[in-house]
């Protein structure tokens, strides 16, 4: 063998052995990284398998319909009434019982159907409106403008059975929230059931303790232990805050409102014909009644005070 042959010889086993070097140490870079990826794989893959529906859907759910954040001057089917200056927009609709309608007259206009309450619903939300709770609303009214949205707080007066049977379904299904005022001291609703709606981002507020006339309460401890006591009741039945009182048929005095502003509530609600609050009275907020009538919530809504 010439010394040039041997050269070759030599060179070319040289090769071949980097270049099975190369190619198992390549191979083995390339395993051990998919290896490294399969373990990490495997680390997140029971995540990832809990995340994935267990029934795989067949139809596209619809879109949901996109939320106009900046709609408050828009789309009104009555056109809103005149507004004055340093008022905030938010009507405050009021409720009793959302049931069939009673057979005796005077009450019905205390009913709304459940069949009414779901299309007035459905129109807040086709019309785009934010339904805020009770400190959701305390905090918009304390801005002092009119919010960017429109907004509506829907308030539930006495709290009767059939607010927790026939109200709150409808309204989770709608992922709206509630303002129910209940008297601490006469509960329909059981602790739990209210423990339930609050946890289910329901307001449960103060209606007081026993619905006595506020206004012919002379002892003042009395009238404290209807509104201190059930601020306090229904804060340990919900371990939520209670922001508001509803006064037991509207009727209030200043005496009344010392009482609450003491008890350390942030607002009290009565009944009238405006759906427009001035922040510096937190104290007489007005509530829009509302009937087994969908033209007259249409109305109210725009702030008309007609009787259906
Ligand atoms: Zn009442």
Not at 18 to 25: A, T
Not at 175 to 193: A, R
Not at 218 to 240: C, H, N, P, V, W
Not at 267 to 276: E, Q, R
Request: charged share 20%; hydrophobic share 35%.
């Amino acid at each position: 063998m010439t010394f040039s042959l041997r050269v070759v010889v030599v060179a070319s086993v040289l090769v071949l052995t980097l270049v099975s070097i190369f190619f198992v140490s390549g191979y083995q870079l390339a395993r051990r990284n998919e290896e490294n990826t399969l373990l990490i794989e495997a680390s997140i893959s029971p995540t990832a398998t809990e995340q994935l529906p267990s029934v795989v859907p067949t139809t596209v759910s619809p879109t949901p319909t996109p939320v106009n954040n900046n709609n408050f001057s828009l789309d009104y089917d009555y056109p809103p009434t005149t507004q004055k200056s340093g008022t905030v927009r938010i009507p405050i609709l009021t409720y009793h019982h959302i049931a069939e309608l009673p057979e005796k007259s005077s009450s019905k206009p205390y009913y709304v159907t459940p069949i009414m309450f779901e299309r007035q619903l459905q129109y807040l939300k086709d019309k785009n409106y934010k339904v805020v709770t009770a400190q959701e609303f305390y905090e918009l009214l304390k801005k002092g403008k009119n919010p960017s949205q429109k907004t509506v707080m829907l308030t539930f007066d006495d709290g009767s059975k059939d607010n927790y049977k026939n109200a709150y379904p409808l309204l989770k299904k709608y992922g709206f929230p509630g303002v129910f005022y209940i008297n601490s001291s006469k509960l329909q609703i059981t602790k739990t059931q209210l423990k339930e709606m609050s946890d289910n981002g329901m307001s449960i507020e103060s209606h007081t303790a026993s619905h006595k006339d506020l206004k012919k309460i002379t002892d003042q401890s009395e009238l404290e232990s209807e509104i201190i006591g059930s601020k306090y009741a229904i804060e340990k039945i919900t371990g939520r805050k209670v922001y508001s009182v509803s006064y037991p048929g509207c009727t209030y005095n200043d005496r009344v409102v010392d009482v609450a502003v003491m008890a350390g509530y942030k607002f009290g609600v009565t009944c009238s014909k405006y759906i427009d609050h001035y922040p510096s009275r937190l104290f007489a907020l007005s509530r829009m009644h509302i009937y087994n009538d969908f033209t007259n919530f249409k109305k109210r809504l725009s702030g008309y005070w007609i009787i259906p």
